[in-house]
């Protein structure tokens, strides 16, 4: 495939239109996108039931885990029993955290989760609970039927924006609003 773009630090925006409902307002991360498909994690839909304590505790770690965000995240509907943290790239475990770009990684090792709870960790983190997965090409089909916006990822939308705020954070980055968007699509 001579024209594939990567996806991979990308912010994906929900379109209002969005079938799904576990992806209504959701902006996600892209963390890898090949030609093989694509991987990323929901950032601004936190569980609400949970709190980030009640997943470290069958692990024997404490409430207090450094700089991770106290609640963890609906990362997507994949392998929901697994744990993904999308940190600053100021750290890097022994095994198993893969740099996205200059302003994050994601780490899947518990060695992480111990770091945090030690205060060695990054600056940065937030805990997201399964990830969106794309089969070879699904991603760009979605994009085509009007089911996505893409723009580049920031670090201040990430890590430092209230929840409810990012979806619209990177809508703007576009230059738009909520307003300018139509929750159908058509063809001209």
Request: net charge negative; hydrophobic share 40%; charged share 20%.
């Given at each position: 495939?001579?024209?594939?773009?990567?996806?991979?630090?990308?912010?994906?925006?929900?379109?209002?239109?969005?079938?799904?409902?576990?992806f209504?307002?959701a902006?996600?991360?892209?963390?890898e996108?090949?030609?093989?498909?694509?991987?990323?994690?929901?950032?601004?839909?936190?569980?609400?039931a949970?709190?980030?304590?009640?997943?470290?505790?069958?692990?024997?770690?404490?409430?207090?885990?450094?700089?991770?965000?106290?609640k963890p995240?609906?990362?997507?509907?994949?392998e929901?029993?697994r744990?993904?943290?999308?940190?600053?790239?100021?750290y890097?475990?022994t095994?198993?955290?893969?740099?996205?770009?200059?302003?994050?990684?994601?780490t899947?090792?518990?060695?992480?989760?111990e770091?945090?709870?030690?205060?060695?960790?990054?600056?940065k983190?937030?805990l997201?609970?399964?990830?969106?997965?794309w089969?070879?090409?699904?991603?760009?089909?979605e994009?085509l039927?009007n089911?996505?916006?893409?723009?580049?990822?920031l670090?201040?939308?990430?890590?430092?924006?209230?929840?409810?705020?990012?979806?619209?954070?990177?809508?703007?980055l576009?230059?738009?609003?909520p307003q300018?968007?139509?929750?159908?699509?058509?063809?001209?």
């Amino acid at each position: 495939m001579d024209d594939f773009q990567s996806l991979a630090a990308k912010f994906l925006i929900a379109m209002p239109g969005m079938q799904d409902p576990r992806f209504a307002h959701a902006l996600v991360l892209m963390c890898e996108h090949t030609a093989g498909g694509a991987m990323g994690l929901i950032i601004n839909k936190p569980v609400p039931a949970l709190s980030v304590s009640e997943v470290l505790k069958p692990m024997g770690l404490g409430p207090d885990c450094g700089s991770l965000s106290h609640k963890p995240y609906f990362g997507g509907p994949v392998e929901t029993g697994r744990g993904f943290v999308l940190h600053s790239p100021d750290y890097v475990a022994t095994a198993g955290t893969h740099k996205i770009k200059d302003f994050a990684a994601m780490t899947t090792t518990p060695e992480i989760l111990e770091d945090l709870s030690q205060n060695k960790g990054p600056e940065k983190a937030l805990l997201a609970l399964g990830y969106a997965g794309w089969g070879p090409g699904q991603i760009e089909d979605e994009i085509l039927q009007n089911g996505w916006l893409t723009v580049d990822a920031l670090p201040r939308i990430i890590f430092d924006m209230p929840d409810e705020k990012k979806w619209e954070a990177a809508l703007g980055l576009l230059g738009i609003t909520p307003q300018h968007l139509s929750g159908t699509s058509g063809r001209a």
